[in-house]
């Protein structure tokens, strides 16, 4: 087991690897996407309470979901980074941080588009939420500022990635401040100990789209990654062999 | 053991070389403070109010100015050092580096945040704040600003190998500020309604605390991979 995530670890592995997950990720997330937004548009039965507006949340809750995830990976392979200093790790958190920015503004969006019809606003500073999610924005945006204006690379990967770590234990923090204020928004219906309060015909749906997102993210994830480690290995043999390689066919 | 290579040799002569060096250039400290007196001055111009409007929106508006003034500070604190090569010899000094950028976060805190903390209730009197609310707010500012210069060290030393950094160090700092900002201003708003005000007083007491657990040693590390 150690030997194949060492192996994993290893950037030709890696790009061998990865272009044969790529295809089957991408497609068994868009099946699932399809899946998930087509019944959950036309198949699954209104809300009691909020009509057919609720239907946003087969957009809302997989971009809100994989923007925390996205932090979450980035806090993880920045220690990975710092700690045992593996090279892909630091590709990684590089190559995920616009697609957390923009899973981030994607929620943000869809949020407020959900939060018009429903709590009569665009946006709402009481909502924790909302606040909490708009800062991660700004945490995501700090890491790719710091990131770019720093020429040397080496330093940048590790200076951005102590950047990540302090923001990922604060983000708890930043999280129950905003709590304390009063809330509107709906509390989770998916985690919760006696199971989810939402009826079958939905939660199939909403479901599909979550893990068919997340498929998704990860196969766009290593598409950039692809590309980034090609980036910095640009000197060494196997990519040089690769683009050889590339040009005699 | 040498005396001169205490721990505590090392953080005290580091604040008093700090102090020192401000004492020598006071443009640069009072600068900051200039600004804050001045925008929070200018802020009743520009919005127009009555008394007791004044009075509901001072502490939120003081706590605001205080921090963006106290931002501008921050980009001075290592880049000083930087540039005269100090820092070179703090990495090589035999103390603990947390324990320097400890004393110059702390020296930092006492040249920036504390000016601004005595100030305040004089501000106060713009905004038609009680006296007691005034010494309220005062007290927020003081552990208030003290965690700020915390995160700040933190900022400060991952974007010293960066030029013309001080707005992207405010971009990297603020975010995680806000914490801090809802509290500090919170806690006035509920003295001043008549509420107990003393949770507040614990969150920014604990997120000081927690700050002060990681900041030295984060900044420590920023520092040596910076220098590398």
Redesign the interface.
Known sequence: MMKFIHKLASPPHFYSISSVLIPWLAITGLILILFGVVNGLFFAPPDYQQGDAYRIIYVHVPAAYISMMTYTLMAISSAIALIWRIKLANAITVSAAPLGAWFTFLALVTGSIWGKPMWGTWWEWGDPRLTSEL?ML??Y??YM??HA??V?E??AD???S??IL??A??VP??HY??E?WSSLHQTSTLLKIDGPSIATSMLIPLLSTIFGTTLYFLSLLMIRTRSEVIMRQKNTKWVKDLIKGVQNA | MNKYLSIWNGFTSTVKRDCLLSKKNLTQFLNPLLLFILVSASFPFAVNLNESNLSTIGPGVIWVIAILSFLLTLSNLYMHDLDDGCLDYMLLSPQPLPILTFAKTFAHWVLSGLPIVLICPFVAIFYQMELDDSLVLALTLTIGTFALSLIGSIGAALTLSTKNNSILLSLLVLPVTIPILIFGAKTVVLYQNGHTSLSGFYFIGAYCMFALSFSPFVSAAALRIGSE
Do not use: E, H, T, Y
């Open positions: 800062l700004f945490l945006f700090g500022a710091l204006s720093i040397d080496k330093k590790q200076l951005s102590i950047l302090v923001g234990i604060n923090v930043i401040s905003v304390w």
